[in-house]
């Protein structure tokens, strides 16, 4: 049996309805068990017992989101050097962007010497008014299919052991 980790962190609710349709896909292979916990509640040990990782976060102000780096920051050197080499795949969510979040979150996965297996999957909800932003986001039917698939091909290869 294989873990796949997908943390996550979402203001406005778009970032988890991706994460929680990536594990949804995720969920339809047997031999990966999903493990599907917000930002706060990650701590050190759940990134060591895990095979492989999505990492899930709104770009804010051109970077990951507080909570999100928050995550890095109490788990990063607890788990260096013990997780080399395993996959990881990013999902954003952004107003017009996300390339910023991505970068960074790909940044410290190259420190923890992690696998690249996807691009990141960014989703953007076009939010430009300070109202539209601070609304609830409701994430279109066609973009979570993608993150479905996304979490599917995920849990397929770890569990066939392609990565
Ligand atoms: C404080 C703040 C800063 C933001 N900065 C950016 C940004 O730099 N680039 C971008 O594309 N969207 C930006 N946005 C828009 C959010 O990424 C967008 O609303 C997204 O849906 C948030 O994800 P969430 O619904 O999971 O919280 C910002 C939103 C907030 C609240």
Same mark, same amino acid.
């Given at each position: 049996?294989?873990? !796949?980790?997908?943390?996550?962190? +979402?203001?406005? &609710?778009? $970032? ?7 594990? +949804?896909?995720?969920?339809? %292979?047997? @031999?990966?068990? #999903? ?12 990134? !060591? ?7 899930? $976060?709104? %770009? ?6 507080? !909570? ?6 109490? $788990? ?12 990881? /795949? #990013?999902? =954003?969510?952004?107003? +017009?962007?996300?390339?910023? @979040? /991505?970068?960074?979150? %790909? ?8 696998? +690249?297996?996807?691009?990141? !999957? =960014? ?25 479905? &698939?996304?979490?599917?091909? =995920?849990? @397929?290869?770890?569990?066939?052991? #392609?990565?």
């Amino acid at each position: 049996m294989k873990t !796949l980790l997908i943390v996550y962190h +979402s203001m406005t &609710d778009g $970032t988890r309805q991706m994460a929680q349709a990536a594990a +949804s896909g995720a969920g339809g %292979e047997l @031999a990966v068990q #999903v493990r599907l916990l917000r930002a706060p509640d990650a701590g050190p040990q759940d990134v !060591l017992l895990a095979d492989a990782y999505v990492f899930a $976060t709104p %770009e804010n102000l051109a970077a990951m989101s507080g !909570l999100m780096k928050d995550f890095f920051d109490r $788990t990063y050197y607890a788990a260096l050097d013990r997780i080399n080499g395993r996959p990881y /795949a #990013v999902l =954003i969510c952004a107003g +017009s962007d996300g390339r910023n @979040a /991505a970068k960074q979150i %790909e940044r410290i996965a190259t420190g923890w010497r992690l696998k +690249s297996i996807a691009e990141p !999957l =960014i989703v953007c909800t076009h939010a430009q008014t300070q109202q539209q932003i601070l609304r609830p986001k409701q994430i279109a039917p066609g973009e979570l299919t993608r993150c479905r &698939d996304f979490g599917a091909a =995920i849990a @397929a290869g770890l569990s066939i052991g #392609v990565f």
